[in-house]
């Protein structure tokens, strides 16, 4: 079998692509929700940041929720992203989509035994656990709505 040349594997992929676009039947984001996901979004960081700055807490202590925060954000857009390339037949090896459910719940885990173990009241326990919860959530919306006007885009 020849191996494919440049040109016809460019060829392959657009039309797999607009094959693609074609199977998925997608409702373009209102402007309300992309903005509502993106204030949600900038809330729940803003203010889990906010509570970082202000918190009587060592600076490792500090660095620890920052961390779990970023890592937190980087898995739901791996898993949103994953589990909504499995589901329009796009290929995503099961080996990515278990290690992004595997750090999903990595660092939901990792913020609750943080707080658990923190001197902390439990009203800042609740602050830090629902502006987390807040930026996880937003972050998969936004996601979300970045691939879907993309798409929009591209048709």
């Known amino acids: 079998m020849d191996p494919l040349t440049s040109n016809e594997v460019n060829e392959n992929f657009k039309a797999t ?9 997608l409702l373009k984001p209102s402007p309300a929700f992309v903005g509502a996901s ?3 979004l900038l809330t729940g960081m803003v203010s889990f940041c906010i509570g970082l700055i202000n918190a009587d807490m060592e600076l490792n202590e500090k ?4 961390t779990i925060l970023l890592f937190g954000l980087f898995s739901v ?7 909504r390339d499995r589901q329009e037949g796009l290929p995503v090896t099961d080996m990515y ?12 885990l990792l913020l609750v035994i943080g707080l658990w173990k923190a001197d902390l009241y439990l009203s800042e326990k609740g602050f830090y656990g ?4 807040l930026s996880l959530f937003a972050a998969i919306a936004v996601q979300k709505n970045t691939r879907d006007l993309k798409h929009f885009e591209e048709l």
């Open 38 to 40: 993106w204030v949600a």
């Open 63 to 66: 660095g620890y929720y920052f």
């Open 97 to 108: 989509y278990g290690i992004s459910w595997f750090t999903t719940i990595a660092s939901l």
């Open 77 to 83: 857009i791996s898993v949103q992203k994953s589990v």
């Open 17 to 25: 692509k607009k094959q693609h676009s074609k199977s998925v039947s």
């Open 130 to 133: 629902m502006s987390f919860a």
